[in-house]
């Protein structure tokens, strides 16, 4: 099927709560195009440098979402045109992307992610880690960033059982926080394997990739 069917299909299947992030990473800019032309303005890339390019070349009402593991001294490169980063898992980071959406006079969003997986290789912070982030004195300090939200990925499983209670362990973390804090909006989880699953544990924000583009 055509990029521009796959995505007519999933957008009919989410509910208006429920953002797309239409997750390009490796894929050349004309399949990202043909996305674009059907109407979808939300991308999600996991590398900088390739986020970069690709925002250089493409038309400028395209909000990129950076949802891969971020290092530090890659931040610089995104902050000019960066609209939320998915993958926040460090105080060190936050004081990062501050100071640079600062230096371009922008207040970028961010989500914290949180491990909720059962293997190792997953990024995120635990709910001790969570909450010193967001007690912290410096945060307020911070007026260049907003956390709007948090992140997650489940294991990668066939175990619907498992996956649900993950989701499930998230968004039960995610509304104990949106009690204190009306800026919390965002739960991102949910990709092409699970995003059904996700959604009915409550995310408000799915990332899909092969769903839409075919395999990478
Ligand atoms: C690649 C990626 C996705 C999309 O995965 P698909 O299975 O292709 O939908 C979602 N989230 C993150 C963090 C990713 O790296």
């Not at 800019?29 to 493409?58: H, T």
């Not at 371009?104 to 961010?110: A, L, Y």
């Not at 939200?149 to 059982?161: K, S």
């Not at 924000?205 to 395999?215: E, L």
Request: charged share 25%.
């Amino acid at each position: 099927m055509s990029i521009k069917q796959n995505l007519r299909n999933i957008k009919s299947s989410l509910s208006e709560n429920v953002t797309l992030v239409a997750v390009s990473k490796t894929k050349p800019i004309p399949d990202l195009m043909e996305a674009y032309d059907a109407g979808q303005r939300i991308f999600g890339e996991n590398k900088v440098q390739e986020m970069s390019e690709k925002w250089e070349a493409m038309p400028k009402d395209i909000e990129w979402h950076m949802i891969g593991h971020v290092q530090t001294n890659k931040v610089k490169f995104m902050a000019p045109f960066v609209s939320l980063i998915h993958g926040v898992d460090s105080l060190k980071l936050l004081e990062e992307i501050n100071k640079q959406a600062k230096k371009n006079n922008r207040v970028i969003d961010c989500l914290l992610q949180i491990y909720i997986a059962e293997e190792e290789s997953k990024f995120g912070l635990d709910e001790e880690e969570l909450n010193e982030i967001l007690n912290s004195t410096s945060l307020l300090e911070m007026k260049n960033i907003r956390i709007v939200g948090l992140m997650g990925m489940a294991t990668f499983t066939e175990n619907q059982t498992q996956i649900k209670k993950e989701f499930t362990h998230l968004k039960s973390i995610f509304d104990s926080f949106t009690i204190h804090n009306s800026q919390f909006t965002i739960i991102s989880m949910g990709m092409s394997g699970d995003y059904q699953l996700a959604i009915g544990c409550g995310s408000t924000m799915v990332r899909i990739g092969s769903s839409i583009f075919g395999g990478r």
